[in-house]
């Protein structure tokens, strides 16, 4: 197909950025049902210590990158890869262990366990390690720490979304994968997540973010993708496609001029 060969000028724009990236995705027809492919030759690439957006409608397949990316949708073709390696459709504890952190879209703790004992649970592969990363997980969210025997399920919506993304990091991820971090918090909190997530980035670790609230993503992030139907549409800096007027029409709405 014409749309995800080699010879398009974003694939080559593509193929020449993403070496050397940590997390990358080639290609990637993806999908759940037999002979319904969701991703249609989806393109991603993260290079170390950038934070890098996913936006775009809803059913575009943004959740389905993450999940193909993370072993949990199947890959029928195209490629994975984490630090030059080849993962694709590999097991997800697998992947946790090779160094991808991901927090899914909504059931993301343990609502009957401690705040430490969720910390524990994302620890479980290195137990020995727990206090060191629990230490850097209370140094970016200090809450964290200081409630650390509160049950997660009596926690607000955004205290929860920072239990989630802590544990995520207790093992250490060299990229850590946000399936719309603010979605259902209040405004105030979805600012609260936009500047955690900033954090997390700026002490080192990779992110790619899905995000519902497309404005405010691209403010933050490094270089985005505006993904549709499962494929790329446009790909930028955040703050290019914030400016860009078709991007703006059909994607950021009025929202773009708030
Ligand atoms: N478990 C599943 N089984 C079958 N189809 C699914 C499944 N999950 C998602 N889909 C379908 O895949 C398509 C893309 O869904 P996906 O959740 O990836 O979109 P999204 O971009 O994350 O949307 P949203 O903004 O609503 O979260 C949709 O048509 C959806 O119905
Ligand atoms: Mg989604």
Known sequence: MS???????????HLAAADGSVLRADDLIAGYLPGVDILNGADLYCQQGELVGIIGPNGAGKSTLL???????????????????????????????????FVPQSNNVFPSLTIQENLEMGAYQKPKKFNERFEFVTSLFPALGERRGQRAGSLSGGERQMVAMGRALMMEPSVLLL??????????????????????NRAGVSVVMVEQNAARCLQICDRAYVLDQGRNAYTG?????AKDPKVIELYLGTLAKA
């Open 3 to 13: 749309e995800t060969s080699d010879s398009t000028p974003e694939r080559q724009a």
């Open 67 to 101: 999940k193909a990316l993370f072993g949990l949708v199947k890959v029928r073709s195209g490629q994975v890869s984490l630090d030059g390696q080849d993962v694709t459709n590999q097991r997800a504890d697998v992947l946790v262990s090779s160094g991808i952190g």
């Open 179 to 200: 399936d719309e971090p603010s979605a259902g918090l209040s405004p105030v909190m979805q600012d609260e997540v936009f500047v955690q997530t900033r954090r997390i």
């Open 237 to 241: 800096t955040g703050k290019a496609l």
